[in-house]
């Protein structure tokens, strides 16, 4: 599903990544974890084509995202990615069905259509009775759960979370964990989530460990591929 090859990343003379080689299968729950500056944030925009590498490929379902120019990349990453953030980044002056819809405009759907998979999607999740909600009514837990659906609201094949449980208490933390697994048993997904939460990296299928810019070691993971220098 997701096949990087050759990444390196620098932002002035600090370099962040250099020179990640990692095969992601579909429907892998998949954590990457390690201390702060290791550049896991940024192999996860990376991945989900919010920032480009200075060299090396990321292949997505089969598409060489790294040359698709910018209009092709927004509509792939719309229609086959779906972000997860630590404070959910819904917009304050739409309702919770209304935030869980603006993808699925963007993409071109018809708004009886993002309507109809906008209340799905609130209903598996719980949140019917606060459709109407805006987020300054809702609970933490609620709102994060309104960005899952966000998220799920385009049936992406992939999607990608940043510290998704980092503002949330142990509860709220605990139901979103059990989620992510329900929505790859039901939809199939590819989740790829940076975590610095123990508990949630033990239980994935599989968990990356990152430290200074490279792959330190992996839980039941062989990389077969053959390490190039793809910047020269």
């Given at each position: 599903m997701i096949e990087i090859k050759g990444i390196k990343k620098s932002f002035g003379k600090l370099e962040v990544l250099k020179g990640i080689d990692?095969?992601?299968?579909?429907?892998?729950?998949?954590?990457?974890?390690?201390?702060s500056g290791a550049g896991k944030t940024t192999l996860l925009q990376i991945i989900g084509t919010l920032d480009s590498a200075d060299c090396g490929n990321i292949i997505i379902d089969g598409t060489d995202v790294s040359k698709l120019n910018k209009k092709k990349l927004a509509d792939f990453r719309n229609k086959h990615?779906?972000?997860?953030?630590?404070?959910?980044?819904?917009?304050?002056?739409?309702t919770?069905?209304?935030n869980v819809m603006i993808?699925?405009?963007?993409?071109g759907m018809s708004k009886?259509?993002?309507?109809?998979?906008?209340?799905?999607?609130?209903?598996f999740l719980g949140l019917t009775e606060r459709a109407q909600h805006k987020p300054?009514?809702?609970?933490?837990?609620?709102?994060?759960?309104?960005?899952?659906a966000r998220a799920l609201v385009n049936n992406p094949a992939i999607i990608l979370?940043?510290?998704?449980?980092?503002?949330?208490?142990?509860k709220n933390k605990e139901e979103l964990h059990q989620l992510f697994f329900e929505l790859r048993d039901k939809f199939g997904q590819t989740f790829v989530i940076v975590t610095h939460?123990?508990?949630?990296?033990?239980?994935?299928?599989?968990?990356?460990?990152?430290k200074d810019g490279m792959l330190e070691a992996e839980n039941d993971f062989n990389n077969n591929n053959t390490k190039e220098d793809l910047c020269e």
């Amino acid at each position: 599903m997701i096949e990087i090859k050759g990444i390196k990343k620098s932002f002035g003379k600090l370099e962040v990544l250099k020179g990640i080689d990692l095969n992601i299968g579909k429907g892998e729950v998949v954590s990457i974890v390690g201390p702060s500056g290791a550049g896991k944030t940024t192999l996860l925009q990376i991945i989900g084509t919010l920032d480009s590498a200075d060299c090396g490929n990321i292949i997505i379902d089969g598409t060489d995202v790294s040359k698709l120019n910018k209009k092709k990349l927004a509509d792939f990453r719309n229609k086959h990615i779906g972000f997860v953030f630590q404070f959910h980044q819904l917009l304050p002056e739409f309702t919770a069905i209304e935030n869980v819809m603006i993808p699925a405009f963007i993409s071109g759907m018809s708004k009886k259509e993002a309507k109809k998979r906008a209340e799905e999607l609130l209903a598996f999740l719980g949140l019917t009775e606060r459709a109407q909600h805006k987020p300054n009514e809702l609970s933490g837990g609620e709102k994060q759960r309104v960005a899952v659906a966000r998220a799920l609201v385009n049936n992406p094949a992939i999607i990608l979370a940043d510290e998704p449980s980092g503002s949330l208490d142990t509860k709220n933390k605990e139901e979103l964990h059990q989620l992510f697994f329900e929505l790859r048993d039901k939809f199939g997904q590819t989740f790829v989530i940076v975590t610095h939460d123990e508990q949630l990296a033990s239980t994935t299928d599989r968990t990356i460990k990152m430290k200074d810019g490279m792959l330190e070691a992996e839980n039941d993971f062989n990389n077969n591929n053959t390490k190039e220098d793809l910047c020269e």
